[in-house]
């Protein structure tokens, strides 16, 4: 009967003989022909999953049946069976083609019955072949070559069951800092290495009697075998060695977590999560690679299970509270935003601690329905403060690894966005630095994307990883928030506090606000405050709170800046305010310079701060050319990012004592105090040379331009009219020069 699944490809340049072959196959299978080896690569590109077998003449033109032969493995039909047709007699043209890949001969003339039956073993043989090569890719892992996770655990449950009355031990083998080397290999170093496991586990088990073993996931292997307390003890001694033995430039060490089986009914997945629970227990402690399971992981295995079985329904009931830690502006002494953080409100349990509920939803993936959950709550209170008029500070969220792998991530967070009508960057998003290490390219991405959102992005535990340096070097973030652990406890740990000063130090330099949080003492406060610490969090100055005692918090501090500028206003205080008030109250946002409301509120008091009373007074006006056009070209980021770098020019060449304020939206106004008029004019040429200087990405073919124009007096009396009077003249000096025209100086009297 005719095999219509069965197809068999004739390669032969003779159409005679073609024609022979077909009728000889026809009761059988179907065939379709190629006359040379060309047509016949042409037919297996786009049908080799219908070709059966093929029967192949070997002198062709175009390309003979040697090159077909050859270009076969290259195309992966390594299981298609090739049989050569030949008139050769001689034995070197057979062992050529079984070089190349042949399965068998038939000679010509051609016999049928002789053809038919190679044909048909060939063909047997292939399908043997092909169900051997589906059963080992469905029961080994393709990295290591060992058992799969599934086929694992088959065995591992089959050798316990046959032997009941066996003590048997489970090892987990877990490879600590497994990312890191990814991070720093790449996937193939990686996988490297996990070959070489899987090698060395091999190796150390043929022998080995009553025994499965192989690769579960990830870095994470498993074994079971018989227990014996020594063999066991050797075997762990063995692995350890080979594991630090491992060629690379950093330690490599396992996590051993073992459970002796307890009951070999048990299933297979239960015995593998008792081990995870032991190894999990030394993951992150140098030099310690083994732990064995015990009753009080058991009561923790049953609390887990317990929080999933509740963990939906209390989401759906809102269980979860939302709980707010403000953070410390140290110039102002007083709160600026806050982080989010959570806490499991249980209706018969009570509160239900982060530590316990947290780990449980990230190994589960119900982090994910936690994390939105969160976002989607803090958005609604950014929205009410909104409303309310409390001018609310951003509130930090956090991000876990599995959001940066959501596919949904953006269209999630854009939506809650829209749902608030909430500005993004009010909604700060808190991403681990180990994190980082997970996927660089991906995480850049993301970032990239968020950024475009309006989204700012703090690096948390910064000095957790293992290359801090390195990540906040590759990675664009916003603002990086310091370890804990890093905070001295007393005043004798000189250490944490040069590291500590000296990251400080580096962040200024990258223009990075930092965080420390936990702070808890005075000491502590005083020291990161004198190292130029600009946001403080910790229980020194609040513990989390409920939402309604930060709204109270929030609402105080509205006031306290409320009535102090009325004060101020008044000169009921003259000048008994901080200096980080004013800069908070009278600073621009987008520079480092004074607002507009400084120069009539604030000006005249500050100048009594200076040693003797100010006779000489320069006021230079400054704009930046062409703003419009550059926005319009460049876009806003490059205008504002040359404003910014514009003043941190002016601020770097003049004198303490003197000011920059922002007049407008491009235009600066620097207050000279006791400047004489020649170094005024000095400032001014040095001020233009060194913006002409400055480079912007994404616009690195412009050159900025400023102009300048300036008023003096040297006789100055602290009046506001007369103040007035300067402002006008240095602004009307400014526009002369920005027309082209030579003016001269006018001074106010």
């Known amino acids: 009967m005719k095999k219509e699944s069965q197809r068999i490809l004739i390669v032969d340049d003779n159409e005679l003989n073609r024609e022979i072959l077909d009728s000889m196959l026809q009761k059988e299978y179907s065939t379709v022909e190629a006359r040379n080896g060309l047509e016949a690569l042409d037919i297996l590109k786009y049908e080799k999953a219908f070709i059966t077998a093929i029967l192949l003449d070997i002198v062709m033109p175009k390309m003979d049946g040697y090159e077909l032969l050859a270009k076969t493995h290259e195309m992966g039909i390594e299981n298609i069976p090739i049989i050569v047709m030949t008139g050769d007699t001689g034995t070197a043209a057979e062992e050529k083609a079984l070089a190349l890949g042949a399965w068998d001969f038939v000679s010509k003339p051609y016999q049928m019955q002789i053809l038919l039956t190679r044909l048909r073993n060939a063909i047997a043989r292939s ?3 092909y169900l051997k090569k589906i059963r080992h890719l469905a029961e080994h892992d393709t990295v290591t070559e060992l058992y799969n996770r599934r086929y694992f655990f088959e065995q591992t449950e089959v050798l316990l069951n046959n032997n009941l009355q066996t003590v048997f031990a489970f090892i987990r083998i877990d490879i600590k800092r497994f990312r890191m080397v990814n991070a720093m290999k790449g996937e193939q170093g990686g996988n490297l290495l996990l070959r070489y496991m899987a090698k060395s586990i091999d190796q150390y088990m043929i022998g080995q009697s009553e025994r499965t073993y192989g690769h579960i996931e990830a870095d994470i292997f498993g074994i079971c075998m018989r227990y014996d307390a020594i063999e066991c003890e050797k075997m762990v001694h063995r692995l350890i060695e080979l594991f630090r033995g491992y060629s690379t430039e950093f330690s490599v060490e396992p996590a051993l977590g073992i459970y002796v089986i307890e009951n070999n009914r048990m299933s297979a997945e239960t015995i593998y999560l008792r081990a995870s629970l032991a190894a999990n227990t030394i993951k992150d402690k140098y030099r310690i690679c083994v732990a064995f399971y015990d009753s009080k992981m058991g009561e923790k295995l049953f609390e887990e299970q317990e929080i999933m079985e ?38 018969v349990k009570g509160r239900i601690s982060p530590s316990d509920f947290i780990p449980v939803f990230e190994r589960n993936g119900l982090i994910r329905d936690l994390d939105y959950y969160m976002w989607d709550h803090v958005c609604a209170l950014l929205r009410k403060w909104m409303d309310l008029g409390m001018h609310p500070a951003p509130v930090s969220v956090n991000m876990s690894r599995m959001d940066v792998e959501n596919e949904n991530l953006f269209i999630l967070l854009q939506g809650l966005l ?32 968020l950024h475009e959102m309006g989204f700012v992005i703090m690096m948390d535990d910064f000095g957790s990883g293992y290359s801090s340096l390195n990540t906040l070097k590759d990675f664009d973030v916003d603002i990086i928030k310091i370890d804990m652990k890093f905070l001295p406890v007393d005043s004798t740990e000189s250490k944490s506090k040069k590291i500590l000063t000296s990251v400080v130090r580096m962040a200024g330099w990258l223009k990075l606000p930092v965080v420390m949080e936990g702070v808890e003492t005075k000491e ?18 609040a513990k989390p709170m409920s939402v309604e005692d930060y709204e109270i918090l929030i609402q105080n501090v509205n006031q306290t800046e409320a009535v102090l500028s009325e004060d101020m206003l008044e000169g009921y205080y003259g000048n008994d305010i901080s200096f980080g008030l004013k800069k908070k109250i ?10 507009k409301r400084y120069l009539t509120e604030w000006l005249f008091l500050d100048m009594e701060d200076y040693a003797g009373e100010p006779r000489q007074v320069g006021i230079i006006m400054c704009d930046l050319n062409n703003l419009k056009k550059i926005n319009l070209h460049y876009g806003y980021e490059v205008g504002n990012e040359l404003l910014q770098k514009m003043v941190d020019i002016i601020l770097t060449l003049i004198r303490k004592q003197d000011c920059v304020i922002r007049y407008g939206g491009d235009e600066f106004l620097i207050i000279l105090l006791n400047c004489p008029e020649d170094n005024i004019r000095e400032k001014i040429a040095e001020v233009k040379e060194t913006v002409k200087e400055l480079k912007v990405p994404g616009a690195e073919d412009l050159i900025p331009q400023i102009d300048m124009g300036y008023s003096y007096n040297e006789n100055f009396e602290k009046k506001s009219e007369i103040l007035r009077e300067m402002i006008v003249e240095a602004e009307k000096n400014m526009y002369i020069e920005k027309s082209g025209k030579k003016a001269d100086k006018i001074g106010a009297k």
């Open 127 to 129: 399908e043997v072949s």
């Open 310 to 347: 509740e963990a939906e329904e209390a989401l759906e009931q809102e269980q979860f509270k939302i709980f707010l830690q403000p953070k410390y502006n140290m110039q102002t002494r007083m709160p600026y935003g806050a982080e989010a953080l959570v806490r499991w409100e249980h209706p």
């Open 418 to 449: 829209d749902k608030y009508q909430l500005p993004a960057e009010f909604l700060n998003l808190e991403l681990t630095e180990s994190a980082y290490m997970d996927d660089p390219k991906k995480i850049n991405e993301v970032i990239r994307r």
């Open 524 to 541: 502590q406060s005083d020291f990161l405050t004198s190292i130029g610490f600009e946001y403080i969090q910790g229980y020194y100055f």
């Open 586 to 595: 009278y600073g621009d946002t987008l520079t480092q310079a004074y607002n």
